[in-house]
C-alpha cells in the first residue's frame, strides 16, 4: 500500500472513549440532581413543620382582657374561706391588719386555656412605653387559674405578711383608694407561650374599681409590635 494512502488512514482514526470517566460525571451529575432535589424536599418540609407548629400554637394561644361590664360577677374564694363576688369589667380590692385581698374578672379572648401563675403590684397606672418585667421578681399564686379560651373567669392574688414591705405599700394604696398596676404571668397548658398582661385598677365609685389593660409582653417570641 502506498505510504500516502497509509498516512490518511492513520490520520482519521477517532479516539477511543475512556468509559470510566464518562461513568464516574454521570455518576456525579446524579448525585448533584439527588442533592438538589433533597435540599428542596428538606425545604419545603421544614417550612411545612413551621407551619403546622405555627397553626397548633394559634390553636392553644390565650390573651386575657378585662371582662365586660354587662358580664354577669365571678364568684370568688381564699384560702381562709372567705368570699366575695366580682362585677364584670370590675376589680376587688380590701386591706385588713391581716391580709390584703385583690380580685378583678378577666376574660381569655384567645383560644387556648389560660393558665394564670405568677403577680406583681405596683403603684399608679402603669402606662405607655416601659421595659418589659422580670417575671423572677413576681409572686406566686397559691394555686393554678385556669380560664377556658373564649370564657370568662378571674384572677386573685393576697398580701398575708404585714411585715412584708410590699404589705404596707399595697395596704395604703387600697385604703387611699388610689389607682395600681397589676402584672399577670400566663401560659397555655404545654407550659409555653408565656404571656405578661398588664391590668389597670382605677378607682370607680364607692366601693368599687374599673380594670383596663395597657400592655401585653410576649416572653417566648417576639412581640406583635
Known amino acids: 500500500m502506498p505510504r500516502r494512502l497509509i498516512g490518511l488512514c492513520v490520520g482519521s482514526r477517532r479516539p477511543v472513549p475512556n468509559w470510566d470517566t464518562l461513568a464516574q460525571l ?28 405555627q397553626s397548633l400554637l394559634a390553636q392553644l394561644q390565650p390573651l386575657l382582657l378585662p371582662s365586660r361590664l ?9 384560702s381562709d374561706d372567705r368570699w366575695i363576688r366580682v362585677g364584670g369589667g370590675r376589680g376587688y380590692a380590701e386591706a385588713t391588719d391581716q391580709a390584703i385581698y385583690l380580685a378583678m374578672a378577666v376574660r381569655n379572648v384567645g383560644s ?13 397606672r402603669m402606662q405607655g412605653e416601659s421595659d418589659r418585667p422580670d417575671p423572677r421578681e ?16 378571674f384572677w386573685q392574688g393576697t398580701f398575708r405578711d404585714p411585715s412584708d414591705p410590699a404589705f404596707a405599700e399595697a395596704a395604703d394604696l387600697v385604703r387611699r383608694r388610689e389607682s395600681f398596676s397589676i402584672d399577670v404571668l400566663y401560659g397555655d397548658t404545654e407550659g409555653a407561650q408565656h404571656i405578661v398582661t398588664r ?16 400592655r401585653h409582653w410576649n416572653l417566648d417570641r417576639p412581640n406583635p409590635r
Not at 387556648?112 to 399608679?124: D, E, F, K
Not at 413576681?138 to 373567669?153: M, Q
Request: aromatic share 10%; no cysteine; hydrophobic share 45%.
Open 199 to 214: 391590668f389597670v385598677l382605677i378607682p370607680g365609685g364607692e366601693d368599687a374599681w374599673i380594670v383596663s389593660v395597657s
Open 112 to 124: 387556648g386555656v389560660a393558665v394564670l401563675n405568677r403577680w406583681r403590684l405596683y403603684p399608679g
Open 26 to 53: 454521570a455518576t456525579a451529575a446524579g448525585t448533584l440532581v439527588l442533592a438538589a432535589a433533597t435540599f428542596a424536599s428538606v425545604r419545603a418540609g421544614g417550612r411545612s413543620t413551621r407551619l403546622a407548629e
Open 138 to 153: 413576681f409572686r406566686r399564686l397559691t394555686r393554678d387559674l385556669y380560664i377556658a379560651g373564649g370564657d370568662r373567669g
Open 70 to 78: 354587662e358580664d354577669p360577677p365571678e364568684k370568688v374564694g381564699f
